[in-house]
């Protein structure tokens, strides 16, 4: 066992394969770069690394056949145990490629897959990854048969007369699908009823945002007593994580710890992943962080903007927070760029340094999101008084005859149970206003 308690693999080594046409915008060396990471995060030791720069991909091989002989070659000297392309393979290609190399072929989307499974703990990220697994099956499982076996009928007693091995086992593998998409719906019914409690709880709620490894849970850490695994490999956390942050002027919001965000993350892992994410929707604010010491922390960024776009949360206020401040190189040029970002603010989780003008960026917001009430609260509710001076700031407090008024900024959850108690002087409407009663025609 190693320290976080996986059963210690046998090493596998690998060997990685990335084309690039015209319509990649990030480099071939930086996508090469980033899967190493993911199959050092899979356990895979990279043996070496072949590239192609192609106008078009081959239907049968992705790559040209020139290339194939030269990964064969390659092959024959490594010997690795696993091949893995950088680009999407179609489940042809993939056969003809494992058939031709005479080793496992898989591509990025299957890495990250694996990664995903390695990670999942919990009922609901095994479920979420079994489904995004399946799905990713289901158009591969012919390339998993010789052609006879795919002629063989089927063992299983619902087979029907006729029934191939290969239409038995996409049968099955659509009613297991079918299976896990009923339990996730019901694990989305209670993550919601959790989420209500949360929201019943009168503080506001943030999620922290961004690509993996940025540093999330290591923020999420040192702001609570979290204890969330956070560490260098990539996709550390899979299962979202909630814990209650003190702000200074000792106002309390729920911080949410979720998945990391990577480019092209595979579609079927998004929409398996959906429960976990709506925690994303429903935050009254995100937090993106950033690794501002990477070269390639633009781009991390456009993902992370993308991904949320996609998941319709691009309109909620979020701070953009740059982590790692301690090893970033150039501080002026971030400076700079904070300058022209709106909520910004640069931090380094590990060493605490600058965490205060994190704090203050969410103060802010909450600013923004609180809303003023005038309530006249009767003296036996005594308990929502001592609420608004929790959880609220108090700008005016008059004892009168039937009770406590006050004029308080408050987080929505509170809102909304105050608003029965409502006296706020509403505004007249304007034909009401004196001097600006229109005039009226006789
Ligand atoms: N130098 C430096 N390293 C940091 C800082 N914050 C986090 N790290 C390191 O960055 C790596 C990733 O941190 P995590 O907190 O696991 O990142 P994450 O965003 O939760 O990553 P995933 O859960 O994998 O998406 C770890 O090795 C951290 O120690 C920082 O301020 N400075
Ligand atoms: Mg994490």
């Known amino acids: 066992m190693n320290e976080r308690g996986h059963l210690t693999k046998v090493e596998i080594f690998g060997l990685l394969v990335a084309v690039e046409t015209d319509e990649h915008i990030d480099s071939i060396e930086v996508r090469l770069l980033e899967l190493e990471e993911l199959a050092n995060t899979a356990g895979i030791t990279v043996v070496a690394t072949l590239e192609q720069r192609k106008k078009r991909f081959d239907p049968a091989t992705l790559v040209g056949q020139g290339k194939v002989q030269e990964i064969v070659d390659a092959v024959s000297v490594h010997s690795p145990g696993i091949v893995v392309f950088d680009n999407e393979l179609t489940p042809t290609q993939q056969r003809n490629l494992g058939e031709a190399l005479k080793c496992r072929v898989i591509d990025r989307t299957q890495l990250i897959l694996d990664i995903f499974a390695q990670r999942a703990r919990t009922r609901e990220g095994k479920l979420q990854v079994e489904l995004a697994q399946m799905s990713y099956l289901l158009p591969r499982l012919s390339m998993l048969y010789t052609k006879f076996e795919r002629q063989q009928g089927g063992i299983g007693v619902r087979g029907g007369g006729g029934e191939t091995k290969l239409e038995l086992d996409r049968r099955k593998v659509r009613e297991r699908i079918i299976e896990l998409q009923r339990e996730l719906e019901d694990v989305k019914k209670k993550r919601r009823l959790q989420r209500k409690g949360r929201k019943d709880l009168p503080f506001p709620t943030a999620t922290l ?194 009770g406590v008024q006050i004029t308080v900024d408050l987080p929505e959850a509170l809102f909304v149970e105050l608003s029965p108690f409502d006296v706020t002087p509403k505004e007249q409407p304007f034909w009401l206003v004196e001097n600006e009663k229109p005039e009226l025609e006789d």
């Open 209 to 402: 945002v961004g690509y993996t490894s940025a540093g999330k849970s290591t923020i999420l850490n040192s702001l609570s007593d979290a204890a969330v695994l956070a560490d260098k490999m990539l996709f550390s956390t899979l299962d979202p994580t909630t814990r209650r942050v003190n702000l200074p002027d000792g106002r309390g919001i729920l911080l949410t710890d979720t998945v990391g965000f990577i480019r092209n993350l595979p579609h079927d892992l998004v929409a398996a992943f959906r429960a976990t994410l709506e925690e994303v929707n429903d935050a009254d604010m995100l937090l993106h962080i950033v690794d501002a010491s990477s070269d390639e922390a633009d781009r991390h960024r456009d993902t992370v903007l993308e991904t949320l776009e996609n998941l319709g949360a691009s309109n909620k206020p979020i701070i953009t927070v740059f982590n790692k401040r301690d090893a970033v190189e150039d501080l002026d040029a971030l400076d700079r760029l904070m300058a022209t970002i709106p909520n910004s603010c640069s931090i380094s989780a590990k060493t605490g340094d600058c965490m205060d003008t994190l704090m203050d960026a969410i103060a802010d917001v909450l600013k923004s999101l609180v809303r003023t009430l005038t309530v006249l609260l009767p003296y036996e509710r005594s308990d929502l008084l001592a609420k608004c001076h929790a959880h609220g700031i108090v700008h005016a407090l008059e004892y009168v005859e039937k």
